[in-house]
């Protein structure tokens, strides 16, 4: 099978392959974009009062060959933390300087999760970019249109549509080394390949696709020295995806959507320092079926949406057990239904109402080592009523203001409303200003209810942000700056418990209210039409209880040059400040607190058409200063790495 993989990938570059490179972005007016997050609704980002990023289908091939997490760790005031381990680690979302349960993620517009997580995080690993034709980024608290976990931030992944045409096809390779930064191999350790096919014939839209990943060479945690080799932990991913749609009536469309993704890799014991983590023994595998029906209906003065999907996750561990020397067995089944209607009525053209109702379903089961839960006494449900008013006023003036009331069968009625205006200066300066107070909740995982760490005390979290910042174009809209600063409180967080002495370990509320502030600034320079700057600095302050894996300080900056409309080279540059970390000592059955050096990353892509909408190839350096760094305490991380990559569209 390996050598059939390797094959396949010589013969494909060999072939050259390419994406068809699409209009200049830099003719682009960013506050002209359409944008869909804050109101559910497609409207102009001119008008919309919030922190909006959209990474579109364009700046995507810009950053070809990179993950999803990698791609969102650019974005100002985001931190995927793991996107530059080994692929098989598990990954934290920090966004604003909230952690995974304040972090809701979104395909298709449908919230997407896994109900058998300590977090009800959605791993982000299940999904390819490839199959990703665009991304919003909206930060701040949300919960008033999207309801729990959705008080930092909100990241809505749009997977790929049909073309036009009644059929086309696509098929792409990418070959690259997967090297940490003592590790010199490249003979090809990463594949990614994928093939699909879509199109368009009179009612009927349909888009297919399926991609694999296999990457190896690198241990999940880190050998204390050169001298000590640490065993592969390899990693495999497969997705398949299928997408259709009907156009019943002007009126009426009707789309449909179905995928299955697994991922199956090696891991590592939690570093720990006791010599015993690394082993062979531990592999994970995690199956995903997702299936769904949207359809929408346009009339007169307004539409309704029905976003309704079903994702079932199974997740097992085989794992070593330094106590007994055996293998533990471990599974995780989870099940989530969502059903979300909501109707948007246009009272004039600067007045809209939107209500809708939403109905979430989550259960899991589990077989463990220290016991089994089956999901008769696993679940819970949430029913949302909400509603939001959107009003553009003549002279400049937005104003989105709504209310949600969330009904918990374990929980009973949370409450929930933001304020968000915003003012454009139409006539005499082109300057955005935009403010906005929301408050958020986050319900209790049901691992943290009922697992055996479960504490069935435990109470929702809640969150209030404020934020206030500006947007302007200069030097005839070429130079383009934004900066939003924010404050965020938050009470009842979730924090893990344990005693060193008596063992004692479970879920527990903290006590008190604690702060999150910071800055994000953003600037973008079309120095010409071929040649564009841009960069991003983040600043974020927690306190003491939120503070891990946070960096105070973080910079991103780019150079896209195109010298013809078929070639691009890009450049960009990381550096991530220092972060507090901690371990678990198994000398001390302990935590211990570090600290984690700061450090910067360079890295390059050059992207040729060869024939034009049809053929292009890349060739990607990461790490080009093989930087050693470390993103967790006792994990490893990659070095200078190189990648090809060729694409064909049909």
């Given amino acids: 099978m390996k050598k ?28 002209k974009e359409v944008v869909i997050s804050d109101t559910k609704f497609a409207q102009s980002k001119e008008k919309s009062g919030k922190v909006i990023e959209v990474i579109s289908a364009k700046d995507l091939e810009k950053k070809s060959g990179q993950s999803l997490a990698t791609v969102l760790s650019q974005v100002t005031g985001v931190e995927i933390n793991g996107n530059q381990s080994a692929n098989g680690k598990n990954l934290g979302y920090y966004i604003r300087g909230g952690k995974n349960r304040q972090v809701l993620i979104l395909i298709d517009g449908i919230p997407v999760t896994d109900a058998s997580g300590i977090s009800l995080e959605y791993d982000l690993r299940l999904l390819p970019v490839e199959q990703v034709e665009s991304i919003e980024v909206m930060k701040g608290a949300a919960s008033t249109l999207y309801g729990t976990g959705a008080a930092t931030g909100v990241i809505n992944v749009t997977l790929k549509k049909s073309s036009k045409k009644p059929i086309e096809g696509n098929v792409y390779m990418n070959i690259g080394s997967n090297n940490t930064q003592d590790n010199k191999k490249y003979n090809g350790q990463d594949f990614n390949q994928g093939i699909s096919v879509n199109g368009n014939q009179k009612k009927v839209n349909y888009f297919a696709g399926f991609n694999s990943t296999e990457t190896s060479n690198i241990s999940q945690i880190a050998s204390p020295d050169e001298t000590i080799k640490y065993e592969d932990d390899r990693f495999s991913r497969q997705n398949a995806i299928a997408k259709l749609g009907f156009k019943a009536t002007e009126k009426l469309t009707l789309d449909f959507f179905g995928n299955y993704d697994k991922l199956k890799n090696g891991y590592d014991l939690t570093f720990d320092n006791t010599g015993f983590n690394d082993t062979n023994i531990n592999t994970t595998t995690s199956e995903q079926v997702r299936f769904g029906f949207s359809p929408k209906f346009k009339y007169n003065k307004g539409e309704f949406v029905l976003n309704s999907g079903f994702a079932r996750i199974v997740r097992d561990y085989s794992e070593y057990n330094s106590f007994t020397t055996g293998t533990d067995y471990s599974l995780y089944e989870s099940r989530n239904i969502v059903v979300d209607g909501f109707n948007k009525y246009n009272l004039n053209k600067d007045f809209a109402v939107i209500v809708g ?51 918990h069968s374990a929980y009973g009625n949370n409450f929930v409303y933001n304020f968000n205006p915003s003012y454009n200066f139409k006539t005499s300066f082109p300057l955005k200003l935009v403010a906005s107070y929301s408050t958020a909740y986050i319900t209790p995982s049901l691992y943290q209810l009922y697992s055996e760490y479960g504490n069935a005390e435990l109470t929702p979290e809640r969150n209030a942000t404020a934020e206030a910042g500006f947007e302007t174009q200069l030097l005839d809209k070429k130079l383009r700056l934004d900066a939003v600063a924010f404050y965020r409180d938050q009470t009842n967080s979730f924090d893990f418990f344990f005693d060193s002495d008596t063992f004692e370990a479970y879920y527990v509320n903290i006590d008190g209210t604690n702060k999150a502030k ?80 700061s450090y910067q990353l360079v890295n390059a892509l050059a992207k040729y058409e060869l024939i034009k909408g049809r053929m292009s190839v890349f060739g990607s350096v990461t790490n080009i200063l093989n930087e050693e760094f470390v993103e967790n305490i006792g994990y490893s991380t990659r070095g200078r790495n190189f990648k090809l990559g060729l694409n064909i569209v049909l």
Avoid: W
């Avoid at 993989?5 to 960013?30: F, G, H, W």
């Avoid at 450049?571 to 600290?595: E, I, M, P, S, W």
């Fill in 4 to 31: 059939t993989v390797r094959a396949v990938a010589i013969l494909a570059m060999l072939n050259t392959c390419a994406y068809a490179q699409e209009q200049d972005s830099t003719k682009v007016n960013p506050l």
């Fill in 357 to 407: 109702v939403n109905y979430q379903f989550n259960d899991m089961l589990s077989e463990t080592p220290y016991g089994n839960l089956e999901n008769e006494s696993t679940k819970f449900n949430i029913v949302d009523g909400y509603t939001t008013l959107v009003y553009h006023f003549d002279f400049g003036l937005n104003i989105n203001a709504g209310a949600r009331l969330n009904n």
């Fill in 518 to 597: 910071g800055v994000e600034t953003e600037v973008t320079f079309d120095v010409t039409a071929k040649l564009r700057l841009n960069a991003n600095y983040t600043f974020t302050q927690v306190d003491k209880a939120l503070d891990r894996l946070i960096p105070k300080h973080k910079a991103n900056a780019g150079l896209d040059f195109q010298p013809t409309p078929r070639t691009l080279f890009n450049l960009t540059y990381q550096y991530f400040d220092a972060r507090n970390d901690a371990f678990f000592d198994g000398n001390t059955f302990g935590t211990a607190f570090v600290k984690l050096d």
